[in-house]
């Protein structure tokens, strides 16, 4: 079984009504089998009990595996393969399925913290890019941004950077390590704003990098696959909106809170 997960991303499964759809329970998972183009071709979908989502697409005829499906570059027939299975996976994610902001399950429980404590919610002003996600402080500036890259040009964009780091520290930095990136082809990440004079202490931790797309010195990007657990990232981004808010003068910020009680009222 393959983890097809261009098909899967941003969602999370909902296993009440996967049942009622046609899903088996096993010892391990749930799954669900169906027939592509006219019964030539087998899919089996099974979702672990962690989360993980396999795809297996067996040819009935030889009665093995169909690999030309999970290829880049797809021949014309299988091509035409791929854009059943689409289709019939969108109708089944579209019962099964429900939305999330973001791919990894760290990027979500974090949206989910920071509305329950500053009742802020994620805005995606970017047209080209409207998966990315920003934060905003009360006085309209960011202070989180959530992003989702290209593992492999990523990589290498934080290998040239994290380089120059891991050589320049005589303790070394667990951020240089290479496989803290997982195993999806997608890495997400959060943009984060710090105290200049803090930027080297933080950078020693895993899943801590410099920042990517930003200014180095005031900013840093933070790994969203659990490098860095919940407690840690949370009091990184209530000091970057401490931060950013602090940027606000005095009399906007009777204005902001003004409004804001307003508001409640």
């Known amino acids: 079984m393959k983890n097809f997960e261009e098909f899967f991303l941003r969602k999370k499964i909902n296993i009440s009504k996967c049942l009622k759809y046609g899903f088996k329970k096993t010892d391990s998972s749930y799954r669900y089998a169906f027939y592509l183009l006219n019964g030539e071709f087998e899919v089996t979908l099974e979702v672990t009990e962690t989360g993980q989502i396999l795809l297996d697409v067996v040819d009935v005829t030889l009665g093995e595996e169909f690999l030309p499906i999970f290829q880049k570059n797809r021949s014309p027939y299988a091509q035409m393969v791929y854009s059943a299975l689409k289709e019939r996976i969108q109708e089944i994610t579209a ?24 009742h802020e919610s994620p805005e995606y002003p970017f047209v080209k890019i409207p998966t990315y996600g920003v934060f905003r402080a009360p006085n309209n500036k960011w202070y989180a941004l959530i992003m989702d890259l290209d593992k492999e040009r990523f990589e290498e964009h934080m290998r040239r950077t994290v380089a120059n780091l891991c050589s320049a520290s005589k303790k070394g930095n667990s951020s240089c390590s290479s496989d803290m990136y997982g195993e999806s082809s997608k890495v997400e990440i959060v943009n984060l704003k710090i105290d200049p004079s803090k930027k080297k202490e933080l950078l020693m931790n895993r899943g801590v990098l410099p920042c990517y797309h930003m200014n180095h010195d005031n900013w840093i990007s933070v790994i969203l696959n659990d490098s860095v657990d919940d407690d840690f990232l949370m009091s990184l981004i209530i000091n970057s909106r401490s931060l950013v808010f602090n940027e606000t003068s005095f009399k906007e910020k009777k204005v902001i809170s003004k409004k804001a009680y307003q508001k409640e009222l």
């Not at 019962?95 to 990027?107: A, T």
């Open 95 to 118: 019962v099964c399925f429900g939305q999330e902001s973001f791919i990894n399950p760290q990027s979500n429980r974090i949206v989910g913290h920071i509305y329950k404590i500053f």
